[in-house]
Structure formats: structure tokens, C-alpha cells
């Protein structure tokens, strides 16, 4: 099993930059692939960003359109830790921000592709 917990959510004015982290414990030797999701009231859980690990040293990082140049996606094996560092935040990126994980490598962009989640951190953006 692996666990999944979130940080570093909070209130920004647009422009501004967060940071999220999502730590992981448990089996963690086993998750090749992490992603980052969120989900707007009234709105369906999205894709934002992916990290696929291909070794030790080599990994592909995928965005959605809507963050692609704002959104950085990086994760720190040693401290089994994911973040996405968000800058140029705009209003219609609040949303509760949600960390998930899997065990095998590719490009996994949907909800049902992980079987590992976090509980979400808030992130709203006033603009």
C-alpha cells in the first residue's frame, strides 16, 4: 500500500506562486508514475500535470493545456516527495489539488488510472 499526503495549498492573489508537496510512505519503492489532479466545484476531476519515471535518472513530465509554461512537476526520490511548483496562477485554477500515484510507467491522465490518492489540498486564487 501506499499513502498519499498532501501540503501547501492556500489563498493567492492571480499572479502569485504556490508550491504543493505530496509525500509518500508505505510501498514507495514501487510507484514509477505520480500525477497531479484537481477538481473545481460543480466540475469533474482533471489531469494537470504527470510524472513518469523511466529510470533513476531519466523521466518525462506531462502537462495539460491549461498550465502548460505556469506549472513545474518534479519529484525528490530521496525524500519521496512530488511537487508542483504553480506560478502566473489565474482565478480558474482554484480547485482542490489532488496527488495520485501508480505503480507502472506511461502516460496515465485519468481518475481511473491510479489506485493511490491523497485527500486534497485547496488552492483558491483571488482575482
Known amino acids: 500500500q501506499v499513502q498519499l499526503v498532501e501540503s501547501g495549498g492556500g489563498l493567492v492573489q492571480a499572479g502569485e506562486s504556490l508550491r504543493l508537496s505530496c509525500a509518500a510512505s508505505g510501498r514507495t519503492f514501487s510507484i514509477l508514475t505520480m500525477g497531479w489532479f484537481r477538481q473545481a466545484p460543480g466540475k469533474e476531476r482533471e489531469y494537470v500535470a504527470v510524472h513518469r519515471a523511466m529510470s533513476i535518472r531519466t523521466y518525462y513530465a506531462y502537462y495539460a493545456d491549461s498550465v502548460k509554461g505556469r506549472f513545474t512537476i518534479s519529484r525528490d526520490s530521496a525524500k519521496n516527495t512530488l511537487y508542483l511548483e504553480m506560478n502566473s496562477l489565474k482565478p480558474e485554477d482554484t480547485a482542490v489539488y489532488y496527488c495520485?500515484?501508480?505503480?507502472?510507467?506511461?502516460?496515465?491522465?485519468?481518475?481511473?488510472?491510479?489506485?493511490?490518492w491523497g485527500q486534497g489540498t485547496q488552492v483558491t486564487v483571488s482575482s
Open positions: 495520485a500515484a501508480r505503480s507502472n510507467t506511461g502516460y496515465y491522465t485519468t481518475e481511473k488510472d491510479y489506485p493511490y
